[in-house]
């Protein structure tokens, strides 16, 4: 079965300072890795998607991901957080079988103070 | 171009009640697909369809629902609704059947209340 656990409910970081958001994964096959971000009353948004290729993954906004598969983890940073960087983030891992069957972590709400 | 749309944003229905939720994706896109997210978690999924035949079923009972339609557009419905059903409903469209080379967008939802 494939999963995913997202570390942190809540991350508060400064406009300014770097973002780490957690994720691990369990998988019984080379898994599909992505993230998503929701702001308010909107859709989901792909910042980035892991998929075999290079395991350091760069996505929008400045965002990106790396896939450590001896540490089964898929953590998501940025350098630099902006205002407009809060929102909830989600981990998902795919089902193997072509189809569009995402598994989402619980997410992780980032709040940006000034 | 317009993205997924969604209708209607918001619904208040009563236990026991039906409900149709209504996509449109985005135009080529070909599948169309259905989470649920309940406030405070992240989305399950429900459905996929692709070329108007489901190609995925999330664990959800048979009281949900849908279709396709030859435009590509698609119903989620809900019978018999439980306050439990109360929930963000997402659809999400891509042109291929999987996340792989085809990314999936997705609309910004159905509310659905159940009182």
């Known amino acids: 079965a494939q999963s995913v656990t997202q570390l942190d409910s809540h991350v508060s970081v400064s406009e300014g300072t770097p973002v780490l958001l957690r994720c691990n994964y369990s998988?019984?096959?080379?898994?599909?890795l992505f993230w998503y971000v929701q702001h308010p009353n909107k859709g989901l948004q792909l910042l980035l998607k892991?998929?075999?290729?290079?395991?350091l993954v760069k996505g929008i906004n400045g965002f990106e991901a790396e896939f450590k598969k001896s540490e089964t983890s898929f953590h998501l940073t940025k350098p630099s957080a902006h205002m407009s960087d809060a929102a909830e983030y989600f981990c998902?891992?795919?089902?193997?079988?072509?189809?569009?069957?995402?598994?989402f972590g619980a997410g992780t709400r980032l709040a940006v103070h000034p | 171009d317009a993205g997924v749309t969604q209708s209607p944003t918001h619904l208040i229905k009563t236990r026991g009640q039906q409900v149709t939720l209504r996509c449109s994706p985005i135009?080529?896109?070909?599948?169309v697909s259905w989470y649920q997210q309940v406030l405070g978690q992240g989305p399950q999924f429900i459905f996929q369809?692709?070329?108007?035949?489901e190609r995925g079923r999330g664990n959800f009972p048979d009281r949900f629902s849908a279709r396709q339609f030859p435009n590509y557009s698609s119903e989620l419905n809900v019978n018999a609704l439980l306050l439990g059903d109360s929930a963000l409903y997402l659809c999400?469209?891509?042109w291929g059947q999987g996340p792989y080379n085809s990314p999936l967008h997705f609309g910004n939802g159905t509310r659905l209340t159940v009182t």
């Open positions: 999400a469209s891509s």
């Open positions: 998988s019984s096959y080379s898994p599909s």
């Open positions: 892991y998929t075999s290729a290079a395991t």
């Open positions: 998902v891992v795919t089902l193997s079988g072509g189809y569009n069957k995402l598994i």
């Open positions: 135009s080529g896109h070909k599948s």
């Open positions: 369809y692709y070329e108007k035949e």
